[in-house]
């Protein structure tokens, strides 16, 4: 089934809303805590990766609330109507932290980031699942995941432009700073997942509309690609956020100019921009299985590019970020790609479709590797001896910073390369599941249909009249 122009932009809305509280705490919570809180790299590490293991879990918690729901609306959208101010309220509380002791801090710290993840999930989980029930056109799903990049897109070039001139001032000034960035974004986020809540309906069929914990079970036991695609999705992604995190200090430690921040994401941005109109043909042309090798590819040779080369000329450290954003956006869009057909699979395998369920072991996956990706940068921080507001990092401290931004997306790119080699779910035998999913639909539906027809011809027939006979 077709989607129109104003559903897709519609569905790229949410991810843009999402991205307001998601892309801000991956890229900036890590300077946030260090160089504005004054909490060391290790707590923060430490913190990041506690948390996000909880919004893991969170995750699946939403997944179950997600397949329970019944509504006039649907089962996903009302999660995304009234969870959106919740959730931009608490991205607010996240980046004001009050001024009390280190210790108090810490804990509103692990608090109040702890109750922004919980709230992302029961937004996040039914906003990714809603696009598996939207259309079930691997074409018409490359154009979703396409949209979802360039609304995150949209909202990390205006991060990074808002955000980077500050970054040299530090302390009050980019507190002020975030306290007002945070404050819009209540208003901004708001109107767009209305857009999404008016422009996104549920099209495809379902047999069973609450789906229990016996049926979610079943649903997911047999599902490998689920599987395989989960195991991929916490390496590459690992890299991914470890990037993210380090993104910041690599442009103004590293490169030694806070505003190449800005370049730096303007170039991602546009390699997703540039990928994002051209997913559906690339799919269509190569199979999303072959096309994300080939991105992991890309992504190595970028990452060893940022980690490796000096930083004058500045040409070749920003031509290496550029392949790397390439390879990124096109692994970025096929992930949520993939996403949606393991659904297709798992109601194939077990007769139950769970949207819900199957979306929240994925964000499961993304959230552990966020832990892990921002754990990691903040950990190669802290052993490379990184010290906020120092007049002169060391050599450790650069190498740590290069480390986080460069070799760990590359290491993390070409381990997901060896783990999607064996991805079990082609194309065409996804088209396959696809027919034969709906040709059982059809044949329950015939049969629904027969049963109430004999029903009812039963009721209507005339009532025998009994007879009595005399024993001879």
């Not at 809180?37 to 609330?65: H, K, N, Q, Y």
């Not at 190569?286 to 190595?300: C, I, P």
Request: hydrophobic share 55%; aromatic share 10%; charged share 15%.
């Amino acid at each position: 089934m077709k989607l129109r122009v104003s559903t897709v932009l519609g569905y790229g809305a949410g991810d843009a809303a999402n991205n307001l509280a998601f892309s801000l705490s991956g890229m900036f919570l890590l300077l946030y805590y260090t160089d504005v809180v004054g909490l060391s790299a290790a707590a923060v590490g430490t913190l990041i990766l506690l948390v996000r293991i909880w919004d893991a879990f969170a995750d699946i918690f939403a997944g179950r609330m997600v397949d329970r729901m019944t509504s006039r609306w649907g089962k996903f959208r009302p999660f995304i109507l009234f969870g959106a101010v919740p959730l931009l309220l608490l991205n607010v509380a996240v980046f004001n932290v009050p001024d009390m002791s280190q210790g108090a801090q810490l804990a509103y710290a692990y608090v109040s980031y702890a109750l922004l993840g919980l709230v992302y999930s029961l937004v996040n989980i039914p906003y990714g699942s809603l696009a598996t029930a939207m259309t079930q056109e691997p074409s018409e799903r490359a154009k979703l995941a396409a949209i979802r990049g360039v609304g995150a897109n949209a909202v990390i070039i205006i991060l990074v432009i808002a955000i980077s001139p500050a970054l040299k001032s530090g302390g009050s000034g980019l507190q002020s700073l975030f306290t007002s960035i945070t404050w819009i974004f209540v208003a901004a986020g708001a109107v767009l997942y209305l857009c999404t809540f008016l422009t996104a309906k549920e099209r495809v069929e379902r047999t069973v509309t609450q789906v229990s914990f016996r049926q979610t079970l079943a649903a997911l036991k047999g599902n490998r690609p689920l599987y395989v695609l989960c195991a991929n999705t916490v390496v590459v992604l690992s890299g991914l956020f470890a990037l993210q995190a380090a993104g910041a200090f690599y442009a103004r430690d590293v490169l030694g100019d806070p505003s190449l921040y800005i370049l730096l994401f303007l170039i991602s941005a546009a390699m997703n921009f540039a990928v994002a109109p051209l997913m559906p043909r690339i799919v269509r042309a190569f199979g999303k299985r072959n096309a994300y090798l080939t991105a992991g590819g890309l992504t190595v040779v970028g990452g060893l590019g940022t980690f490796l080369l000096p930083a004058t000329p500045v040409v070749l450290p920003l031509a290496a970020w550029a392949l790397h954003g390439l390879g990124l956006a096109i692994v970025g869009a096929l992930l949520w790609a993939f996403e949606a057909d393991t659904v297709e699979y798992g109601e194939w395998k077990s007769g139950i479709r769970t949207e819900g369920a199957t979306y929240a072991v994925f964000s499961f996956t993304r959230k552990i590797s966020q832990a892990i990706g921002a754990a990691v940068a903040s950990y190669a921080l802290a052993i490379g001896g990184y010290e906020a507001g120092a007049a002169h990092l060391t050599d450790g401290a650069l190498m740590g910073i290069r480390f986080a931004a460069g070799a760990v997306p590359a290491i993390t790119a070409l381990l997901a390369i060896a783990i999607m080699w064996r991805y079990p779910l082609t194309d065409s035998r996804f088209q396959e599941i696809v027919r034969e999913v709906a040709e059982r639909r059809e044949q329950q539906a015939e049969g629904e249909e027969d049963g109430a027809a004999r029903s009812a011809a039963r009721d209507a027939a005339p009532a025998a009249t009994p007879t009595s006979s005399t024993a001879q």
